[in-house]
């Protein structure tokens, strides 16, 4: 799929076709090789900058089902066996990252587990792999520990061992409260075990609770969105992320799609799932809910953050453990491999798991940041000339006056400043802030 690099217009009724649309992180993937492989090696051997902050991510990749619009790298067919050799993996990556001169004796700022299912977990394997991670690197004092869970695994005994193991950002892959939804779209719970899980969340008093919803699945209706909203606000989570349903080429949808030649996705059309997340938001804001980003909505914002994600898109090191993860070190980024038999082996062999590598120039890097901050709605032109000494107001000049003619966003008082209808395609605003030669890439 090639990036359209038409902006979408307000009212267009633009169907939902496959591909990734979501950015996570420039210059795109399809840019990275294994050919850069030496320089995640020369990364990792070199000395840190002080005024850098360094995050852990750990990928656990098993899940009681895949659904049917996951692209991660998840496995449902692993035993316990298999699963304690690949833990066991990721605490030798772990024990050899920690001995490289960029990480060895600094303390992570924020840790994430991701997945898959980190709650798929036992309470053993919890307590086991977060004991043996911190003797190697020790997170105490964190300012953030995020754990994703989905909430048919929460037992109150599992709740407690999450919350002992230092997670302080508890985030509930609910994604719809109707049943049928959640059958259709395969995921693995039912709404009973959302509020059982919620409840003993609150129980046990996290720092904050985030609850995850997609706009858009299979057979989602304008009567279902609307429910959905006012049961999020019912429950009053600290955090709310929402996010607009998308087809991956990996997926199970998009499999049905190639098989019955289809080429428009089964799902909301943008501008359906773009009004939807504004009722959302709309809605949330009238609860005393502020907007944070194209994606989140949070009750507190003095006190609910969310560092893993502002921390990476203002140039934090980031080191990946696991399967398919990413890494983000001394301006390289790299991806581990993405399937567990050739993971397993490099790491038995001793050598770097790594599929793919891409070492970003300053103006890479200056780029990056400024499209990640975009998704924020509001960006601080000083902090570029402080950085990087770009005035990307002037850089970026032709762009901006476009997207102000087109009502998307305003530049006043040192800021760029994204309205809701900016933040909401946000997305697909962005490739024109793109170098030239990474316009037309495959995202993916």
Request: hydrophobic share 35%; glycine share 6%; with cysteine.
């Amino acid at each position: 799929m090639e990036i359209d690099q038409q902006q979408p217009a307000k009212s267009a009724k633009t169907s939902t076709l496959a591909g990734n649309y979501f950015i996570s992180n420039y210059p795109p993937f399809s840019f990275w090789s294994e050919g850069q492989n030496v320089e995640a090696e020369m990364a990792l051997n070199s000395e840190p900058d002080p005024e850098v902050k360094l995050g852990l991510y750990h990928h656990i990749p098993f899940c009681r089902k895949r659904c049917h619009f996951c692209y991660f790298r998840v496995y449902t067919d692993k035993n316990a066996r298999q699963i304690r050799e690949y833990l066991d993996a990721t605490i030798a990556e772990l024990k050899a990252m920690a001995e490289r001169p960029l990480i060895r004796g600094r303390k992570p700022h924020f840790v994430y587990f991701g997945g898959g299912t980190p709650s798929y977990l036992s309470v053993k394997q919890l307590r086991e792999l977060t004991d043996r991670m911190k003797s190697f690197l020790s997170w105490d004092h964190a300012e953030e520990v995020a754990f994703e869970c989905e909430p048919g695994t929460l037992t109150p005994g599992k709740l407690t061992a999450v919350k002992d193991i230092g997670v302080t950002r508890l985030s509930l892959g609910v994604e719809n409260f109707d049943d049928h939804i959640l059958v259709i779209n395969g995921r693995a719970h039912r709404s009973p075990e959302v509020f059982r899980a919620y409840e003993r969340a609150k129980a046990e008093q996290f720092d904050q609770i985030n609850i995850d919803l997609i706009a858009g699945m299979l057979e989602e209706t304008e009567e279902n969105w609307q429910r959905n909203i006012e049961q999020t606000i019912e429950l009053e989570p600290d955090s709310v992320t929402i996010y607009q349903m998308e087809i991956p080429y990996n997926t199970g949808i998009y499999k049905e799609m190639a098989a019955s030649g289809a080429l428009e996705a089964p799902v909301a059309d943008w501008e359906t799932k773009r009004r939807w997340v504004k009722e959302a938001f709309a809605a949330l804001e009238g609860a005393g809910y502020t907007i944070a980003s194209g994606y989140t909505a949070v009750l507190n914002p003095e006190r609910t953050k969310f560092i893993y994600r502002d921390e990476l898109w203002r140039g934090a090191d980031l080191i990946g453990l696991g399967v398919a993860s990413f890494s983000h070190a001394a301006g390289v980024h790299y991806q581990n491999y993405t399937e567990m038999e050739p993971y397993l082996e490099a790491i038995g062999k001793g050598t770097l798991p790594i599929k793919r590598s891409f070492r970003t120039s300053v103006e890479e890097r200056m780029i990056r940041e400024f499209i990640l901050q975009m998704k924020l709605g509001r960006v601080e032109l000083g902090y570029f000339r402080e950085k990087f000494g770009q005035d990307v107001g002037l850089r970026f000049s032709d762009q901006l006056r476009n997207l102000t003619e087109n009502g998307f966003l305003r530049v006043e008082d040192d800021e760029i400043l994204l309205n809701r209808d900016g933040l909401l395609c946000v997305d697909s605003i962005l490739h024109q802030f793109f170098l030239r030669e990474h316009r037309t890439s495959r995202i993916v």
